[in-house]
């Protein structure tokens, strides 16, 4: 009855980043990623969970949040 | 370590080395000179001056790197090598520090938490095998020896033994199971080996499900840790610029209008000394470190909260609703008093259980497990179920008629009026009253406490919602000093009356809704927090709930909004600790007053003091 999870396109991504600073940085960059609904990153346990908008490609997006996240972050890496 | 670690280590040890070493070597040639600072420049920089470079032809904004870098090769192109190669190293240092420290705590934290399995003992033809728990299919059979995590839920089909649940439940005593008990994964085996029918996959067993929640609880971002990212989004290029602004203005205003010196290096320093000091890191580090140790504190206790958030709204609850069967009573029917007339209590009871040995009737099994003795069915004669009544029994040479007042009254026998709360059943024999039955619901052992921690503990009211009738509701309201009781309730009339409690409440407030069943979902969905029972409650509840009770204690909702309080007032101290020695040493750095050794202090000290303060949340064991 409250099981969301299915009509949205969500997945977790194993992550490696520095300092907590750059994960921010590495959320806001997949946030504004086209493709992306939204992203949240857990430095914690480093990792980056992504919501896709309806239809996208996650495989497509995911490479280009990498280039974008090395772009603010070049220390960055996201397992695909 | 990790392997970056290791490398940026040594990076750091040998410019060090090689710096210090510049000091013995003796040169006059200017461009010797230059490719001897040069060498532990790039050594320890490298990385600074390439994203430097990246972020230039990125066009980000302003980030300590590019700083970092315009700031060294500001002083090497002065000629002052060696302070250029020592910021450097300095900031490199810090840098270092800061993620040994944070790598550490997390994987303290992180080490704490984990109940994960790695292995599971599967049977196969009178063989043991290990293998990975997620090979493991539903209903194999799996061995669990003594000091062994139980790998997967399942019911167990041979041997008897305690199990450590602390894991899950933070209950210290052991529980005791036996061949036909459930078990679920994640507990430890005390005393003897077991074997185990599995009944769910790994993926869906209990301990799985447990530590994806804690994993991914952080990800629920609290109010707090949103106003550190915004506060660092403005906070770092703001003293970025300031920093500039610090090293070329003063010099310029000294040189031009008061025909000073032009002590462009001074300055420059200064700036840097600002930047060493300027980095958020302490703040966006500490907070959601400060989080993860409370959720991981609470789930030690048995307390799962699925999100930062959460953590921060309980810290402000003010009013708590309860559902009541199986939230504040054990949600388990139970012989409650015997009001015997003609005949003994015993010979009451026995007479009952002997009419109802049959009954799939909860009552009904009721009070067989009370008279808890074996039935010998030779001296049941018939019985006979009237529907909606009760049960017709020949026991021994006696007509047993057990049942409401409906049955009796159909037979003309008189029944003697109780007031007592729940429900009755009345016994005759041979046409005369024999005596009756209560049967309720009993409340938990800890319920009573609970409700008077909350009161303890800044809550404004309590309230009970029930479908249950009124008389009872009142009487376990009163006994246990529930401010305010609505009973008789549909389960859409919990809903609009936690619609009209949120309305009233201030916004700063929360409003806790505890439940446990399928129609309490909707309305743990909808209060500020929902609480469910973990163990007695549906699957829908706890999939709405934001925060699960492991054990169904209702003790624990007090435990969970101290815990909550704790790391919240932690969080305060870490942001205006930090924030507070950020300032200062700012000023104190653009005065002139703070060298650069105060500026690491300001930078990795403060850090580490607020990364060893924010593990003080794990500790929970004393609220």
Request: proline letters at 0%; aromatic letters at 10%.
């Given at each position: 009855m409250f099981n969301m999870e299915d009509t949205y396109m969500k997945k977790t991504y194993k992550i490696d980043v520095d300092c907590a600073n750059c994960a921010n940085k590495m959320e806001e960059a997949a946030k504004k990623t086209a493709g992306v609904k939204n992203a949240v990153v857990n430095f914690m346990t480093l990792k980056m969970n992504v919501e896709f908008e309806e239809g996208a490609d996650c495989k497509e997006v995911m490479k280009e949040v990498l280039s974008n996240c090395k772009k603010v972050e070049s220390d960055c890496e996201i397992f695909l | 370590m990790s392997s970056k670690q290791k490398k940026n280590l040594i990076r750091i040890i040998i410019s060090l080395i090689l710096l210090v070493g510049n000091h013995f070597i003796r040169t006059d040639d200017p461009l010797i000179r230059f490719v001897l600072y040069m060498i532990p420049y790039f050594i320890v920089g490298y990385d600074i001056l390439y994203k430097a470079l990246l972020s230039i032809k990125n066009r980000e904004s302003f980030d300590e790197n590019f700083l970092m870098a315009v700031a060294t090769v500001g002083a090497v192109a002065l000629g002052e090598y060696q302070e250029g190669v020592e910021v450097m190293l300095f900031y490199q240092i810090g840098e270092w520090f800061q993620s040994y420290a944070v790598g550490r705590s997390r994987k303290n934290i992180a080490a704490l938490m984990d109940i994960r399995p790695d292995y599971a003992n599967l049977e196969k033809n009178g063989e043991i095998e290990q293998v990975d728990p997620d090979e493991v299919e539903v209903g194999d059979i799996i061995v669990v020896k003594v000091g062994e995590r139980i790998p997967i839920d399942g019911i167990v089909t041979d041997g008897e033994t305690s199990l450590n649940t602390a894991a899950l439940t933070g209950e210290s005593r052991p529980r005791d199971v036996r061949e036909g008990d459930e078990v679920i994964s994640g507990c430890i085996n005390l005393t003897s080996l077991i074997r185990i029918r599995t009944t769910k996959e790994f993926g869906e067993s209990t301990v799985s499900k447990v530590l994806d929640l804690i994993e991914n609880a952080t990800s629920n971002k609290s109010k707090s840790e949103d106003f550190i990212s915004k506060f660092a989004r403005y906070y770092t290029p703001i003293v970025c610029y300031c920093a500039l602004a610090l090293a070329i203005i003063p010099p310029l205003v000294s040189r031009y209008l008061l025909h000073g010196d032009f002590n462009f290096y001074r300055w420059i320093f200064r700036a840097l000394t600002f930047l060493v000091i300027s980095c958020p890191c302490a703040l966006v580090i500490s907070i959601p470190l400060t989080f993860f140790a409370g959720i991981g504190g609470a789930s030690r206790a048995g307390v799962l909260i699925k999100g930062s958030n959460y953590l921060e709204a309980l810290s402000k609850t003010k009013y708590v609703a309860f559902d009541k069967t199986g939230t504040v009573t054990l949600g388990i029917f139970e012989v409650t008093t015997i009001h015997n007339s003609g005949f003994s209590k015993e010979e009451l009871l026995e007479y009952a259980a002997y009419a109802e040995a049959?009954?799939?009737h909860p009552i009904g099994r009721s009070i067989v497990r009370e008279y808890g003795k074996e039935i010998d069915n030779e001296r049941i004669r018939s019985i006979r179920e009237i529907a909606g009544k009760g049960i017709e029994a020949l026991i021994d040479d006696k007509k047993i008629l057990i049942g409401n007042e409906k049955l009796m009254a159909d037979h003309n026998i008189t029944v003697e009026e109780c007031h007592d709360e729940g429900t009755i059943v009345h016994l005759a024999t041979d046409g005369s009253y024999k005596g009756h039955i209560h049967i309720g619901d009993k409340i938990k052992d800890t319920a009573e406490q609970a409700i008077s921690d909350l009161k303890n503990n800044g809550v404004k009211k309590t309230v009970m919602l029930t479908g249950d009738e009124k008389k009872t509701a009142e009487s376990v309201a009163a006994k246990l000093k529930i401010d305010e009781v609505f009973s008789q309730l549909l389960p859409q009339d919990k809903v609009s009356i936690v619609e009209k409690l949120l309305k009233q409440k201030d916004e700063k407030e929360t409003l806790v809704f505890v439940g446990d069943g399928i129609n309490d979902a909707p309305v743990i969905a909808l209060a500020d927090v929902g609480i469910a029972m973990?163990?007695?409650?549906s699957d829908a509840a706890i999939e709405a709930a934001?925060?699960?009770l492991m054990d169904d204690d209702p003790i624990k909702i007090a435990k969970a909004i101290k815990i909550s309080r704790k790391c919240m007032a932690i969080v305060y101290e870490n942001i205006i600790f930090a924030i507070a020695v950020k300032i200062i040493t700012l000023i104190l750095s653009a005065l002139g007053i703070a060298q650069m050794w105060l500026a690491i202090f300001a930078d990795v000290g403060v850090m580490v003091i607020a990364v060893i303060n924010a593990i003080r949340a794990l500790g929970v064991k004393d609220l």
């Open positions: - | 049959y009954s799939n973990g163990s007695l409650g934001d925060v699960v």
